[in-house]
């Protein structure tokens, strides 16, 4: 008798494991295809270039010759589709949008794909000269009234020219007008020359293919989804900082960061804040150079002011855009200030500091804490705040360089 209650406990609890174990896996799995929808946006796209509303260099290799495929996916929401692919055995990182895009969302739900409305500027009949003022107008709502702004039209024009004939089509330029709702092809564009911007490798409606990153992320490791389920998140944080390249190879990438934090401070075209500065948004190449893997996040200054200063709130929580744009509530008032509280450098010497300080010599660690925490401490309301920010920036600099100038990490 007791043999058997001892066996019909052990089965019942091994029912309930297995029980539980499906349950789990169940869940998730509806998660991922729901959060995974590559087959749908696939379709969406190869249904406008077949009906001829849409065209792109992209296009023919996606939805003919099928040479363009996705791969693993790196989607975090449904509605921003990310794969790794490969186009023409070049692997690249593909992008898809599953939703409009057409204003900054503050935490709430854009509006669904509606199929009747998507791709539907410019319109049959429309100039380049017309399809020129349009992009123009865009421009100056997002960046602001820049005196140079013509040379970043024409710079779009011949971007949206995919098969580089001497003209845009209206296919053409029905793709490039929705990719420029989008603050990340505009950023591709804007810094297409600068080294830790990822290039641009093509296009087709709003699904973008650009270059690959080796490593996904600033640090850590990646995982089945499976396996994920059963790691507290406390103990893979701190897994995560076990599995980074040697300092050496951090100060690096680190500089890498610095030096995009000076890209995109004070552009050619203005400046643009980041505004989700988190691990998962960075990577690297096998030469451990910095390369960003999702600028999505980061907005044309001019843009996110004019669309945050009227914005209704009740505290200063009510009053941030993705995760790293703060600016304050005015009480008087009941809406949010214009000003963003913390510049980029801030935040980007916030995301170093752990990385950077876990096994940094011991004969800079010093000196490294202290800027590190100056750097942290800037304000962008502070008096002469762009001289420090310069000030602070190179002098990190130099200290990680005269550090790692003679290794072969250089």
């Known amino acids: 008798a007791r043999f058997s209650y001892v066996r019909m406990k052990y089965l019942f609890f091994s029912w309930l494991a297995v029980f539980v174990g499906s349950w789990i896996l169940y869940v998730q799995y509806s998660a991922y295809t729901e959060l995974c929808r590559g087959k749908d946006c696939k379709k969406i796209i190869c249904d406008k ?3 001829g509303v849409i065209d792109g260099p992209a296009c023919n290799s996606l939805c003919v010759t099928e040479t363009l495929y996705f791969g693993k996916c790196l989607s975090t929401k449904p509605n921003n589709q990310m794969y790794l692919g490969v186009w023409d055995n070049l692997p690249g990182v593909v992008k898809c949008q599953m939703e409009q895009a057409l204003h900054v969302d503050f935490g709430t739900e854009l509006e669904p794909r509606k199929e009747i409305v ?76 600068k080294e830790h911007t990822p290039k641009l490798m093509g296009f087709c409606g709003d699904l973008y293919v650009m270059e690959s990153v080796e490593y996904t992320s600033l640090y850590g490791i990646s995982l089945p989804w499976v396996v994920e389920l059963f790691i507290p998140s406390g103990f893979r944080r701190s897994m995560d900082q076990l599995f980074t390249p040697s300092w050496p190879r951090k100060a690096k990438i680190a500089i890498g960061l610095l030096e995009f934090v000076e890209d995109v401070f004070h552009g050619p075209y203005g400046n643009f804040l980041m505004c989700d500065t988190s691990a998962k948004n960075l990577g690297y190449n096998e030469k451990y150079d910095l390369k960003m893997v999702d600028m999505r996040k980061i907005v044309p200054e001019t843009n996110l002011k004019e ?21 304050s509530c005015d009480q008087s008032t009941m809406k949010c200030t214009s000003e963003v509280i913390q510049p980029n450098l801030a935040k980007a010497c916030q995301l170093l500091k752990d990385y950077l300080l876990r096994g940094a010599p011991s004969e800079i660690r010093e000196e490294l804490e202290k800027q590190l925490y100056s750097c ?19 002098n990190l600099k130099t200290l990680l360089w005269k550090k790692i100038s003679y290794t072969n990490d250089s």
């Open 49 to 51: 270039y077949k009906t």
């Open 118 to 193: 998507l791709f539907d500027k410019p319109t049959r009949g429309t100039t380049v000269q017309k399809f020129k003022e349009m992009v123009y107008s865009l421009f100056k709502a997002k960046l602001g009234d820049q005196g140079n702004l013509s040379e970043l039209v024409n710079l779009i024009l011949t971007v949206a020219d995919g098969d580089k004939d001497g003209q845009v089509s209206l296919g053409e330029a029905k793709s490039a007008w929705a990719l420029l709702q989008l603050n990340e092809f505009l950023l591709m564009v804007i810094l297409q020359d």
């Open 307 to 327: 669309l945050i200063k009227d914005r209704h709130c009740e505290s200063d929580l009510d009053c941030v855009y993705g995760t790293d744009c703060r600016t």
């Open 376 to 394: 942290i401490a800037l304000k962008v309301t502070a008096n002469q705040m762009e001289m420090e920010h310069s000030l602070i920036l190179n």
